[in-house]
């Protein structure tokens, strides 16, 4: 097992493998630059300069790959009106707001693996006031950062709660060493809804029937930090369908994971491909000249 450190190449058979560490919602991503027969590729991956990390988009803007034959780049923003995206802190009072201006418990709807998004919520916790609960999940993915400086189980604001789904799981592979190290930082079922008006729940569509169980949705309300089409799909209609039907207040606090942030890369020789989520967004991205991939 090879582990990736920033522009530290690294051989893989035939090729040769330069990562570039990205503000990205991920934790650990990278660009990456391929090297093989005599020829260059950069793939930017996701990429924004919005996020807790935006410096790094700043130094690959200041020192990019040089003499890249192929630069492959997403481009899932390509085509939208607004690119003006909120940062990371920008968020932070937004969600400061609606933590004091809700009685009960705000629901948080995010990945748990945005890491910068958690950092977000964690922050306005502490402005609030609140308690941050996550799932146990997630808690392992903050373990498993080793990065002691993001929110871990062990700080006085975070408790870990587990819901069904993961403790059907741990039981299912006998991961029993998971639950044992979070045994003094859990926060169970029939005391939720006590510290509801308190705390702040991490929270996915699939807790629906965990927080039922525990009834302490009374002033709850809902805070979606995703990308807003994920409410629209047809795969969380019913998810939907319970928000409303429970009357549940619901707010959109999110910025873009990546944008149409172009590296500035030297002389691409042959050509650039640009990786789209619609075919109208692809021609938009076929019409740009070459002499104008540059910083944007």
Same mark, same amino acid.
């Given at each position: 097992?090879?582990?990736?450190?920033?522009?530290?190449?690294?051989?893989?058979?035939?090729?040769?493998?330069?990562?570039?560490?990205?503000?990205?919602?991920?934790?650990?991503?990278?660009?990456?630059?391929?090297?093989?027969?005599?020829? +260059?590729? @950069?793939?930017?991956?996701?990429?924004? &300069?919005?996020?807790?990390?935006?410096? !790094? *988009?700043?130094? /690959?803007?200041?020192?990019?790959?040089?003499?890249?034959?192929?630069?492959?780049?997403?481009?899932?923003?390509?085509?939208?009106?607004?690119?003006?995206?909120?940062?990371?802190?920008?968020?932070?009072?937004?969600?400061?707001?609606?933590?004091?201006?809700?009685?009960?418990?705000?629901?948080?709807?995010?990945?748990?693996?945005?890491?910068?998004?958690?950092?977000?919520?964690?922050?306005?916790?502490?402005?609030?006031?609140?308690?941050?609960?996550?799932?146990?999940?997630?808690?392992?993915?903050?373990?498993?950062?080793?990065?002691?400086?993001?929110?871990?189980?062990?700080?006085?604001?975070?408790?870990?709660?587990?819901?069904?789904?993961?403790?059907?799981?741990?039981?299912?592979?006998?991961?029993?060493?998971?639950?044992?190290?979070?045994?003094?930082? +859990?926060? @169970?079922?029939?005391?939720?809804?006590? &510290?509801?008006?308190?705390?702040?729940? !991490? *929270?996915?569509? /699939?807790?629906?029937?965990?927080?039922?169980?525990?009834?302490?949705?009374?002033?709850?309300?809902?805070?979606?930090?995703?990308?807003?089409?994920?409410?629209?799909?047809?795969?969380?209609?019913?998810?939907?369908?319970?928000?409303?039907?429970?009357?549940?207040?619901?707010?959109?606090?999110?910025?873009?994971?990546?944008?149409?942030?172009?590296?500035?890369?030297?002389?691409?020789?042959?050509?650039?491909?640009?990786?789209?989520?619609?075919?109208?967004?692809?021609?938009?991205?076929?019409?740009?000249?070459?002499?104008?991939?540059?910083?944007?």
């Amino acid at each position: 097992m090879k582990h990736l450190a920033d522009r530290t190449a690294i051989s893989l058979g035939p090729f040769t493998i330069t990562p570039f560490l990205v503000d990205h919602s991920a934790y650990d991503a990278y660009a990456v630059l391929v090297e093989a027969d005599g020829k +260059r590729l @950069f793939y930017t991956g996701d990429l924004r &300069a919005h996020g807790r990390k935006g410096s !790094l *988009f700043e130094n /690959s803007i200041a020192n990019p790959p040089k003499n890249v034959d192929i630069l492959l780049m997403e481009g899932t923003c390509v085509g939208r009106e607004d690119q003006n995206f909120p940062s990371e802190d920008d968020l932070v009072p937004l969600l400061v707001d609606v933590f004091r201006q809700t009685r009960g418990m705000p629901l948080v709807w995010c990945s748990g693996q945005n890491i910068d998004r958690i950092v977000t919520v964690f922050k306005a916790c502490k402005h609030a006031d609140r308690r941050f609960i996550v799932d146990m999940y997630t808690a392992e993915i903050l373990r498993a950062t080793g990065n002691e400086r993001l929110p871990q189980a062990v700080w006085d604001r975070v408790r870990v709660f587990l819901p069904a789904s993961q403790k059907r799981r741990i039981l299912q592979d006998r991961a029993f060493e998971i639950p044992d190290h979070y045994r003094p930082y +859990r926060i @169970f079922p029939e005391a939720l809804a006590e &510290a509801a008006s308190k705390s702040v729940m !991490l *929270f996915r569509p /699939s807790m629906v029937r965990d927080v039922e169980k525990a009834n302490y949705l009374n002033d709850a309300c809902v805070v979606c930090s995703v990308w807003p089409g994920y409410l629209a799909d047809e795969g969380n209609r019913r998810f939907a369908e319970w928000i409303e039907q429970r009357g549940l207040p619901l707010h959109r606090c999110h910025t873009a994971p990546n944008q149409v942030l172009v590296l500035k890369i030297t002389h691409p020789q042959n050509r650039v491909e640009i990786l789209a989520e619609t075919r109208p967004m692809l021609r938009q991205c076929m019409r740009v000249p070459l002499n104008l991939l540059q910083a944007i």
